[in-house]
């Protein structure tokens, strides 16, 4: 290294550690400015960091995984095909020899325990099974049910006891404390089925390390289910397993995982390190919303080191006549930014993980619903993190630098203010940032890649920060014609453009992505509406029977209707088979005509030119026939007809008619040709489904609307296809829609007849709604803090404006106006920013969507440009809630101060 270049490094190491030095006095004495870019710096810190330890805490190393698997025992077993089977190390991937290998069936104990060693105990687990209870006048079934014997120790060991004991028989269960509270028991309590069949005692609180959710244990006796093909079986042996043991299991078909890892071998295909793909579109998206939350992090702390530059603009020209040159005063301005970047890194890292470790109950029980492994922290995320925020303050503190390196000298010793020049090349820097980015976002919609749509949108609200400061200097000329109090707030707003513009643009940022996404939500559920087609007319409620049981009996079943329901009509269902109650089911279906069907089906991979050909063709726009066409088949006189379909009263009567005469009716007008359809029968046992047999019987096309196809065969009919009719159940029009609790309380009084419920439930509205409303939350509170951090900085600096003014005469409610219009400025037009921008991105997106989805076959519904009118009122309303806030905290009197220019 030369003398000279060494001595650059010395002297360039020895301006940074005066400049840090000097950073750390002026952190000192502007405590309330220090505060408040500390406080914007530590709190995604702080956010970032409780993210990362609580995810590391959840990843369970291998001991922990296979502790919580396998409790006391020393290993697990599913026996799986009755094939040879090759298994990874820890048992968490398997593969049979044979692709057709028969699937193990029921599994006894016995058969286990043959191929252990001697002295090795079984004990049956089932990991999910059907449970369902009676809660007040409703039934709950979505209660996950276990299986296992609690008394034992093997099975006692998946379980952590809260209180009471382990189950010792078929009517006594132990339950999760969220089970305790969804079931409305007690310890000591009666639990009733769905069904009312059978009874249990809670008699015990008992969680499960991998599921806090609700859980219930039943005793393995209950109905025998330690026979059930998908249970596994803890094991306790009398030694560590070893190689011959994995080859003997894995030779029968049996999975194997053991606390350690199967021994190397030609059986052991797949290791415990298998590296899965690197998803680059996830890592792609990760980083540029990250990217966003730096940027709106340093839009934000940026206006509070700009006013720190100004306020020290006089000690910088004192530097510059001392002979310090751009760079000194730039490395001054920067190690503000280093100082306080690090000072709030640390502080957030450290609030982060104090907070991860106390929260760490909450986040398991409500997040992710599982035990963590231990205490840990992520050294590596945590440095991650921190140099982040290092990087965000450097960042916030790089425009106020280059503008305190640019100033002029006399002027700072002089304590005046010059205005910044207007410089032409940001706006065309930003108008060209803004439309490349719509073009990027419009390329990465059409081509279907989140990464790149998001990359569009951030080079476009780069070019909006671009533009931001022109923008204010054109509004301060418009003033000009304003009262005192705008006008003055204008003139600021121009006169500090390196505070105001950034403040300006972290609001437009936020209600920008706030707008965009609500745009989208909004059009996604718009279009889901369109596309939703229900099964049964609205306010149809069926009540069918379970298998070859016979249906409940009519009066009971009308008598809950009209109990809870109202009832305007009751139809009797049948349908059709092929022999007694235990003959295997057979296909009925109508046969569409050559001539009508779709050369095309949606899995074939077809060329542009074929798609386009398909979308053109007139028996391709059906998508129900091209997905499969299932058809609901009944048997029925035209009783059922009207309930079923919801036709007008016309279509009902020549519909009937022709059933009456021996016929069929079918939903899909396709199938008739010439008033006949050919109706198909497969039978059980056929190999070929395009060789069953086939009659051809009168057929009346009757078209519903509805998302379900039906074929309505007469009983005539069915006989002449060989058909056997056997009751199903019933079909009820109910009055009017039910609600939930209406549709709870039948459900809860025919469950005991041994029947099920389908209720027509109509599209799901509003579905993203809460997100909306978060979004516009988030949004606000954005924009309320950019408004006020920038007023209160705004406010600090135009003191001797102030000062001024009350020589002058000026009222005391001058300086609340003047605040108000200051945060107007700010807050409005970022605002109004925002949502233009917002809006522009949702369309470009919604409209590159659409013309991608417009070649391609099967055809695609559209997405609606739907405007979210719930989130831009929230957003239009938060610009006025700022402007009061800054009226109603602002100090009225106006004392009369020392001008120091």
């Given at each position: ?672 040709r010439d008033g006949r359809v050919d109706v198909r029968v497969t039978r059980p046992g056929q190999a070929r489904p395009d060789t069953p047999t086939s009659t051809t019987v009168a057929g009346y096309p ?200």
């Amino acid at each position: 290294m030369s003398p000279g270049r060494g001595g650059r490094l010395a002297r360039a190491a020895g301006s940074w550690w005066a400049a840090l030095r000097i950073a750390r006095r002026e952190a000192r004495r502007a405590r309330g400015r220090t505060a408040l870019v500390l406080a914007m710096i530590t709190l995604p810190v702080l956010v970032l960091t409780f993210t990362a330890v609580s995810w590391r805490m959840s990843e369970l190393t291998p001991a922990e995984r296979t502790d919580r698997q396998l409790g006391a025992a020393d290993a697990e077993l599913g026996w799986m095909v009755r094939q040879p089977i090759v298994q990874s190390a820890w048992g968490d991937a398997w593969q049979a020899d044979r692709e057709d290998a028969p699937p193990a069936g029921v599994v006894t104990a016995e058969q286990v325990t043959a191929l252990l060693p001697a002295g090795s105990r079984v004990v049956p687990l089932r990991r999910w099974v059907s449970f369902d209870a009676r809660v007040g006048e409703r039934i709950d079934d979505t209660i996950v049910g276990r299986a296992v014997d609690l008394t034992d120790p093997l099975g006692r060991g998946l379980v952590r006891f809260h209180s009471g004991r382990a189950p010792a028989g078929p009517d006594e269960i132990a339950v999760s404390p969220a089970a305790l509270r969804r079931l409305d028991a007690r310890l000591g309590g009666i639990v009733t089925s769905g069904d009312g069949a059978r009874s249990w005692r809670v008699v015990g609180v008992a969680e499960y390390p991998d599921d806090l959710g609700a859980v219930v244990t039943l005793h393995p006796s209950e109905g025998r289910m330690e026979t059930e093909p998908d249970t596994s079986w803890l094991v306790d042996l009398p030694g560590p397993p070893d190689e011959g043991l994995f080859r003997r299991l894995n030779g029968h078909g049996i999975l194997v995982h053991a606390r350690t890892p199967a021994p190397a071998s030609d059986l052991v295909a797949f290791g415990p390190d298998v590296r899965l793909p690197m998803d680059v579109e996830g890592m792609s998206v990760s980083v540029l919303v990250g990217g966003l939350g730096l940027l709106e992090v340093v839009l934000l702390v940026g206006p509070a080191f700009a006013v720190g530059v100004r306020r020290r603009r006089r000690d910088l020209a004192l530097v510059a006549v001392a002979g310090g040159d751009d760079a000194h005063l730039r490395r001054i301005v920067l190690a503000d930014g280093v100082v306080l970047g690090a000072l709030g890194a640390a502080v957030g890292v450290a609030l982060g993980v104090a907070a991860a470790f106390a929260g760490r109950p909450l986040v398991e029980q409500h997040l992710f619903g599982a035990r963590f492994g231990a205490y840990r922290c992520w050294p590596e995320a945590l440095a991650a993190i921190a140099a982040v925020a290092v990087l965000a303050g450097v960042l916030a503190a790089l425009a106020p630098a280059w503008t305190a390196a640019r100033q002029d000298v006399v002027a700072g010793l002089a304590g005046r203010r010059t205005p910044p020049g207007h410089r032409r090349r940001w706006l065309t820097a930003g108008v060209a940032l803004a439309v490349g980015g719509a073009a990027v976002a419009a390329f990465g919609a059409a081509r279907t890649a989140p990464a790149v749509i998001l990359a569009g949108l951030v080079l476009g609200e780069l070019g909006l920060v671009f533009a931001t400061p022109t923008l204010v200097g054109l509004l301060a000329r418009l003033g000009r014609s304003l009262p005192l109090a705008p006008r003055i707030a204008l003139r600021d707003a121009s006169r500090n453009r390196s505070s105001t513009a950034p403040a300006i643009s972290a609001v437009m940022a936020a209600v920008a992505g706030s707008v965009a996404i609500g745009v989208y939500l909004a059009s996604d559920d718009a279009r889901s509406a369109t596309m939703y087609r229900p099964a049964l007319p609205a306010g149809t409620v069926l009540v069918t029977s379970h298998g070859p049981n016979e249906p409940p009996a009519l009066p009971r079943v009308a008598e809950a209707a009209r109990a809870h329901l109202g009832v305007r009509a009751v139809a009797p269902l049948a349908e059709p088979g092929c022999g007694g109650p235990d003959t295997d089911p057979c296909v009925v279906s109508p046969v569409l005509p050559v001539e009508r069907a779709c050369p095309w089906t949606p899995g074939d991979r077809l060329s542009p030119a074929q798609q386009r050909r398909a979308r053109a063709d007139a028996r391709c726009t059906v998508p129900e026939d091209h997905l499969g066409g299932y058809f609901h088949v009944v048997v029925d006189d035209g009783a059922a007809l009207p309930v079923l379909t919801g036709a007008a009263p016309a279509e009902v009567a020549a519909a009937t008619a022709v059933l009456r005469a021996g016929g069929a009716v079918v939903t899909d007008p396709r199938y008739v040709r010439d008033g006949r359809v050919d109706v198909r029968v497969t039978r059980p046992g056929q190999a070929r489904p395009d060789t069953p047999t086939s009659t051809t019987v009168a057929g009346y096309p009757l078209p519903t609307g509805l998302g379900a196809h039906r074929l309505l065969l007469s009983r005539p009919a069915a006989e002449r296809l060989g058909l056997t009719v056997r009751p199903l159940g019933w079909a009820i029009t109910a009055d009017g829609v039910p609600d939930e609790d209406r549709q709870n309380r039948f459900v809860a009084a025919v469950r005991p007849l041994g029947a099920q419920v389908e209720i027509e439930r109509g599209a799901l509205a509003d579905t993203g709604r809460p997100l909306l409303l978060l979004l516009a939350a988030a949004a606000g509170v954005i924009t309320v803090g950019a408004a006020g951090i920038a007023t209160g900085l705004a406010a600090a600096e135009g003191r001797a404006d102030l000062s001024t003014l009350a020589a002058v005469g000026a009222g005391p409610g001058l300086r609340r106006l003047l605040s108000l219009c200051q945060s107007g400025v700010i807050a409005v037009l970022g605002s109004a920013l925002g949502i233009v921008a917002g809006l522009g991105s949702a369309s470009i997106i919604l409209t590159a969507l659409n013309r991608r989805y417009a070649g391609l076959w099967p055809v695609a519904e559209p997405y609606p440009v739907v405007i979210p009118w719930t989130t831009l009122g929230v957003l239009v309303v938060v610009p006025l809630v700022a402007m009061l806030g800054a009226g109603l905290f602002t100090r009225s009197r106006l004392p009369v101060e020392r001008r120091l220019d």
